[in-house]
């Protein structure tokens, strides 16, 4: 899944680099969400099913919850201690979960540089650990349809390469396999429910723009699905319940290209669109043109669809919402008056 991610990724890389060199009943017509401690629970509209999980960050503390979206009863899987901090959460058809997780550091500064973990019985395990003697971090975890693949984001400081730094997107069987790199320079990968394709971004060495692609499972056959003239900023892409299109968060057109004095102080440019106001998009696979689906704007958006397609489960700065597809209508389950940052996952 910065970005939020990417943007504070760059950031840590720097300050690291500067360091170095010196419950109630459910009424079942009218459900509601049971709370987790700082969000205000609302009601569920009727007829939802399957399982959502949620990790968010709720100031400085993430939780990590499912979701019964039949009934809105939440259980919390894990919590974890303060100033731990979240880069990708992947969950498999059997309820697995993995997150990209940056544990608590041990001086003050958190660099958010993530590795995986796996959350079994209210812990966090590493599952594939970043090596701490160099600077590299796993991002955006995501499960093959089976549940036997996971593809990641794995970023590296390498002075040599352009920009000094490489991302790329890897796969390995789960929970046991060895890493295999299939595309440089990109991330964010969403595989298809059909497990035909899959759905990235790809990063100039600057990370000033990205481009939303296509490719085939295996990552060959890459194709361009938004052009990146038109739409330099994409972020969040996740396929629909059929396949057949992606959905993105797309920034407003003013703030694509904004930036702060501590940003050009710095050099840093904003790579994703999680910082910056913005809806959401469907970008059909036949090349026609991308519908907007939301008209709000939200910042921090990551989305969900429904297995069943008729609605996109989406965590935003705002709180956990429901996008009706058909209708556009907007309807919150969790709202709070503390910071939020979450992403979000659903399965039958």
């Known amino acids: 899944m910065a970005s939020r991610q990417l943007h504070s990724l760059v950031v840590s890389t720097l300050i690291l680099a500067l360091a170095l060199a010196g419950c109630a009943p459910a009424v079942p017509e009218a459900p509601s969400v049971t709370t987790l401690a700082g969000l205000e629970p609302l009601a569920v509209p009727p007829g939802l099913s399957g399982t959502a999980t949620l990790a968010v960050m709720l100031g400085s503390t993430l939780q990590v919850a499912e979701i019964d979206m039949a009934s809105g009863a939440v259980t919390l899987l894990a919590?974890?201690?303060?100033?731990?901090?979240?880069?990708?959460?992947?969950?498999?058809?059997?309820?697995?979960?993995v997150l990209a997780y940056a544990s608590p550091p041990d001086g003050p500064i958190q660099t958010g540089l993530s590795g995986l973990y796996t959350v079994e019985a209210g812990q966090f395990i590493p599952w594939v650990a970043r090596d701490p003697a160099i600077t590299e971090s796993y991002l955006h975890p995501a499960f093959a349809p089976d549940g036997q693949t996971l593809y990641y984001t794995h970023y590296e400081l390498l002075p040599d390469a352009p920009g000094g730094y490489r991302f790329q997107i890897e796969q390995r069987g789960f929970p046991d396999g060895a890493p295999t790199a299939i595309i440089e320079y990109a991330g964010?990968?969403?595989?298809?429910?059909?497990g035909q394709w899959l759905a990235l971004l790809t990063y100039t060495t600057d990370l000033e723009v990205n481009n939303l692609l296509l490719a085939n499972a295996d990552g060959s056959g890459l194709r361009e699905l938004l052009p990146a003239a038109d739409y330099p900023i994409v972020d969040a892409p996740s396929f629909a319940a059929d396949s057949q299109s992606v959905y993105v968060s797309l920034p407003e057109p003013e703030s694509a290209a904004v930036?702060?004095?501590w940003d050009d102080l710095l050099g840093v440019h904003t790579a994703r669109a999680h910082n910056l106001p913005a809806n959401w998009w469907r970008v059909p696979l036949a090349g026609s043109a991308p519908e907007q689906l939301t008209f709000d704007t939200f910042t921090q958006l990551d989305g969900a669809p429904s297995p069943y397609g008729n609605w996109l489960l989406s965590s935003s700065d705002q709180g956990l919402f429901l996008l009706d597809l058909a209708s556009g209508e907007v309807t919150f389950l969790l709202r709070g008056s503390v910071s939020f940052y979450g992403l979000v996952a659903w399965r039958p």
């Open 79 to 97: 919590e974890s201690p303060a100033n731990a901090w979240l880069n990708g959460l992947a969950v498999s058809p059997d309820g697995t979960t």
């Open 188 to 194: 964010a990968p969403a595989p298809s429910p059909d």
């Open 259 to 261: 930036s702060n004095w």
